[in-house]
């Protein structure tokens, strides 16, 4: 069955330095989106991307936040100056044009120290 | 904004009877409401997906209802089993337009004891 998957699963950083998420959404899929989940808290979305561009972002993604498809199947999220509350888990999701369930990938972990 | 409230308590039942979750929502509805899934440490799993002209939808043994009155879903696992201990997500979205954002509830957890 596809999946969507999450690469690295743990990264650690020190504040103020450049980090980038990588996920790979299923195949077919054109809708892609990057939420994130606090420890203990709710699922957040961050930025939804379709057709080569965001379609939609919350007030979270700020000028630090960014995200991009550089090949056909790679998405990626980049935060430029990670901070001490950037920790979090990110999540990836991705889902067909004309179905609206999201599939999720696993997630990375993200510490900011 | 929007705000979803689920049952905030863990609910605790046992094995083999129905467990029904809640979800409660304010301000206008979505076109569509989901259910997930949520083990420790791992992202969400979609369950089931009802829309607002939908009074019910089942899957096995899941059901779910939305009452748009009442600004409000259920969601039901019938003969329950320990596998099914985690947490259940509700999910508002997509309202429409050119995205299909999702608005999370803050879950409740759900644990079988056999």
């Known amino acids: 069955e596809p999946e969507v998957t999450q690469t690295p699963s743990h990264q650690v950083t020190q504040m103020g330095q450049e980090v980038i998420l990588r996920c790979v959404p299923i195949s077919n899929h054109l809708y892609f989106y990057w939420y994130r989940q606090i420890l203990g808290q709710k699922v957040e979305f961050l930025v939804s991307f379709y057709n080569n561009e965001i379609s939609e972002k919350s007030e979270i993604f700020d000028d630090q936040f960014s995200v991009e498809r550089p090949d056909g199947s790679n998405f990626t999220l980049k935060i430029r100056s990670t901070k001490l509350e950037d920790s979090a888990m990110y999540f990836c999701?991705?889902?067909?044009?004309?179905?609206?369930?999201?599939?999720f990938g696993p997630g990375t972990r993200l510490t900011v120290t | 904004s929007q705000k979803i409230e689920q049952n905030s308590e863990a609910l605790n039942i046992q094995e083999g009877k129905t467990a029904t979750l809640t979800c409660n929502y304010t301000n206008y509805s979505p076109a569509y409401l989901q259910w997930y899934r949520q083990d420790p440490g791992r992202g969400p799993v979609f369950l089931l997906l009802?829309?607002?002209?939908?009074k019910e939808k089942r899957k096995e043994r899941l059901k779910v209802t939305f009452d748009t009155t009442l600004k409000q879903s259920l969601f039901h696992i019938t003969a329950s089993q320990p596998a099914d201990s985690a947490t259940y997500l509700c999910?508002?979205?997509?309202?429409?337009?050119?995205?299909?954002?999702?608005?999370f509830g803050t879950g409740t957890l759900l644990a079988v004891q056999p």
């Open positions: 999701a991705s889902s067909e044009a004309r179905s609206y369930e999201q599939y």
């Open positions: 999910a508002l979205g997509p309202y429409g337009g050119a995205t299909n954002k999702l608005i």
């Open positions: 009802i829309r607002e002209n939908e």
